[in-house]
């Protein structure tokens, strides 16, 4: 940096020469005249910039020259900087242009410059090998600070523990003034929309990728996507629900500063804690006390659970919190000096309905001579719905685009006429709403955070809130924009990060791609912290590297990296913290969308900007980086004796990932239908755990970690052992298939909703309704005619259950309930070399909806086959020593036959005795029993061929048949009698059904139709 400070000194000095007066000095003309003629030469050569010339025009713009000391100083056009740039590059470049204006210039020093900086200054802390670390993109370690701690949770020091990362998924439902009426800020299209697409990203998996690896993640919009709200507090409570404090505690009303008071409707300039008080406690003993926020929960799911307090001066920074849910007792610490006044996130639990202090309920221990003063006030749990109402006032603000937010305010329109307008609410569940609304209900103050235009436009308001909520955050130096010196929240954000998505279309096949965009001019490109805002460039750069690069190696080679726009648009200007806003493809085009609506596509883009921030934060703080594992597979739950098991799993490597490895896993169990503990720590691969009762269902799923955090978990499986049943049951999970939907691609294009609906990862939020414009012409001519691909909003709010991994219970409870001990198995481990089946009574080998799907990358088999030959393998042996088997699934035979697979195809004919005959066999979904099977199983049975919220739809179950004289017809489906399940009883007995078994809508019906098709393997027909 000291030789381009003193490069740029001396270019100064000779530029001034050059330009003094009229007449030029002799030096100041031979400067000229070289810069000329290495101009010129620069101009006759090649294009330095042909493979980023789709970004924007670049070229050389101009040369000067200092003869005199021999120094060459080369301007790039503006939109050299919108490409990634390296040492190498620059290196390459620089060699290039030497190479062009020839020996004439071998000794000269070669300078480039971009936008008035030094080219080098482009490259990112986190890329740079030999040059220099810019003191102004980085920061101690000294400042990270954790407002919520897990009292559990390992210190992981290369990830993300104690850092502070505030983000928010595009945009939401919103109130439009001038149209009286609520609605989204983009149009509905192949099924999703903006507004709520990238939340399918970052609640299923980049939120919990980060908090895993030790991040507190804030969020202005709502996360929970429980619709149910339980509030407890001292000023009031929902019903049934009531707030316990212990003799031993002293509170005292706060009288100095305002708490939260519930209230149904919040109206214009309301804010909920500004309406009640918090208590300050005190124990009145020499030990420690509790408080006890008890809600009366409306039904058993998960709840988020939302804690808060006072401020006061002299606040403890360790406050010691419990819930207890139905897998048991969560502890964490609150450091109270941060994050007052406002609802802050400790983790989402399951609860059963009704109130158990035991299983339901959070507890604020009171310390005995605390060092400081503890707070506490409402507690809630559940997201809820929108409760904000909005009306038109006298006039409107005129929408502003965000480029164009820090220009003059637009002009009002006058909205005064004969009408009464009344509030109106969403409708909408909270997390659907848009963050200034959130913003309201969780105490933001209003005319310096989300009503920055007087409440005359919710669309200007919303996006221009979203920089500003983190700036309040932070508070003082870095508060908003109209009031920087405001306190705020006092908590240190170290980065902000918008995901969105963008518009525009390609003509073919050609995907739009992805864009970042970073601010670096705003307030002479500093930070309030005197810190360089092209730290916003970093980290556009090391995410939008990470997403393009882990995407083209693992599903299109040719995924189009857009430019790096250093633009004023509001979310990238306004917060005072590095900052990226992501646009990752265009949700408007087909080829991007193919991408887009993929499960395994949301992990990859999610795990990559993971990986980004990681990698900006280390380097930033000086530190090394480790991403961690995959979550472990092959997982096994094997009986030993007695009551005790062998569960055993396999680590996963990551092929883009050296640093991802384990050194540890993390075992959690849940109870029956409970949730999970929190798990126990082991360094093995393989455990023998010893059951504490006989007939309880126990569920395990593993994690993998290591220094840089903690894996998502993989499946889940179950086992219950009956102490007078010897007859034992393997349960085996061949259904791992995530996928998306259908599509075509010919003079109609879209998604084919009617062939398959694909499955999401565990659940689904984002779908709006189903795609009716398949007409690639359609133009665009507003958001409630948005042309091809605009789509139905039927389903908004409705979350889409997909594969849970969690199946294996479903069937268990079949099997437990039906007087028999079952255990598990991965598929992955049944069809090893070496798996003992002999042991088993009979095998239940579920399916669900795994189907042959095009693998990630554009070459190379399909994933999520069935009947691999390795697990044809497995069957052949156990069913010719005379074992029992149940196989469902809604494509049992479909798979076979699309795939042209002729060997697994005789081998359903020969060893399980069927034969497809067609798939969407059904969309009814009632099965009617055959008279020769009449006297062994129900006579009738349903199973889910619509929206559930519970199950999966099964959009295109199979038609089978029987082969061979020992195959006869179970049952058919009632809609047109075409076979929906078959039975074999020969030398062995099987039961096929078409459909998925955990599909049957009634668990009476499984129940009992489980214990059928057990009953039946007891025949002696060997």
Known sequence: MKRLLQFKFILILGLLTIYAGDVFSQSGKRDLRIAKKAMDKIQDGPDLFRSWQYMGQMYVDSVAADVTNETLAVFLSPNVARVPIREVWINYIEQSIKNQIGRRFRKYNLQMFCNGKPLEEFVPVYFRESLPTDTLRIKGTGLRKSLVKRADEPFFESGLTNNNIAMWASHGYYYESELDRWEWQRARLFGTVEDIYPFSFTRNFLVPMLEDAGASVFLPRERDTQTNEVIVDNDGSSEGSELIIENGVREIVSSSEKGFCMKDTLFKGENPFQMGTFLQVHPSSENSSNIT?????PEDGEYAVYVSYGKVEGALNNVPYRVNHSGGTTRYFINQQMGYGTWVYLGTFYFKKGKNAKTGSLEIEVPYKASGIVTTDAVRFGGGMGNVARRPEDSYIKRKWSLNDHQQQNSEVDLSDSVTYTPKLSGKPRWMEAGRYRMQYAGVPDTIVYSLNDNKNDYNDDYQSRGEWVNYLM????????????????IPVDLAFAFHTDAGTTPGDSVIGTLGIYSSVTNDGQFPDGKSRLASRDLTDVIQSQIVS??????????????MWDKQYSEAYRPNVPTMLLELLSHQNLADMKYGLDPRFKFTVSRAIYKGMVRFLSAREGRRAVIKPLAPDHLSLIQVEGKKLRLSWNPVED??????????????????????????????????????????????????LNDGGESMAGETLSVSLQSDSNDLVLVVNGFDRVAPPSFVDGETAGVAWWDDEGVPWHRDMSHTGKQYDYDRSSPWLDDDSPGHGASYADMEGKIIPGNNFDFVFTHGKAIRDAGYSFVSVSDEVFASNGFEVEPYKAVDLLYGEERGTEPLFQSGEKQYRLFSPETRETLKKY??????ILVSGAYIGTDAAENKDTATIEFLKEFLHYRWMTNHADNVGNLKVTDEASALFLPSLSYNVEYHPDIYKVESPDGIEPVGDDAFRIYRYESNNTCAGVGFSGHYQSVILGFPFEAIASEKERAELMKQVLQFFQNENK
């Open 293 to 297: 926020y008890l809600p009366n929960i």
């Open 550 to 563: 882990d995407v083209r190696l693992t599903f299109d080679d040719e995924w189009t990296r857009r430019a």
């Open 655 to 704: 092929p883009l990932e050296e640093s991802a490895v384990p050194s540890g896993y993390k075992v959690y169990q849940r109870i029956e239908d409970n949730g999970f503990d929190n798990g126990f720590f082991t360094t093995d691969t393989t455990m023998v755990i010893e059951l504490p009762e006989w007939g309880t269902i126990y569920s395990f799923k593993v994690t993998a």
């Open 475 to 490: 508070g003082n130096p870095n508060g908003p924009s109209k009031a920087p010196g405001t306190p705020g929240l006092n």
């Open 879 to 884: 069913l010719l020593s005379g074992g029992n």
